[in-house]
């Protein structure tokens, strides 16, 4: 057994020692030595913990009567509360930074650029269906935030909502369809083109490092 970690002027646990190598005497020498590795083991823990307890009388109150550890050795039960490793608990590990979203990340991958494909140029071949997909893509991409993508619905949203009130308008002027059906199809693009626009200058900003 080694008690150099103790101090040898330290009287509370020095005679704490003595007092259980006393009581454990009836003991098998091995079972005896065992407990007091254990013990020592235990003191010396709480000496070098992350948080240690300096208070040699707090650390033996903890330990309990040296007659009750013989006890519970002689049943062949440990004392659980002065075995190691579980003996002191670690010290928490401190939580990992969460970065932006986007910060340290690659600007953006094939499903980024392919949701502001369907913004852009798919909207101009099927309008509010091809934005429509391309806003759930990027909705469910980690490299836009929260803010990047509202925008984006709002403006696809909004160009929709228009060419469908402009729709209603002009399905009661029939003598100006044909020109009408343009200009609702510019709004229903607009939009959406708008849009990808935006969130295409967002993974640029990042790549560049803004």
Known sequence: MSTAPLAHTDVIVLDYLAALWAQSDELSPQLRDELMTTVADYIQARRMAAAPLEDAAAIVQRLGPPESLVEAARRGQMPPHIRLPALIPPPPLPRPAVAPVGYGQAAGGVAEYFAIGLLTAGALFLPVI???????????????????KAAGWALTAGSTAAGVLLTLFIASLSDRAGAALLLVYVVLTAGAFAAGLTLLNALRRRQLGR
């Open 130 to 148: 091809s934005p429509v997909g391309g806003m759930l893509m990027a909705s469910a991409s980690p490299h836009f935030t929260p803010a990047e």
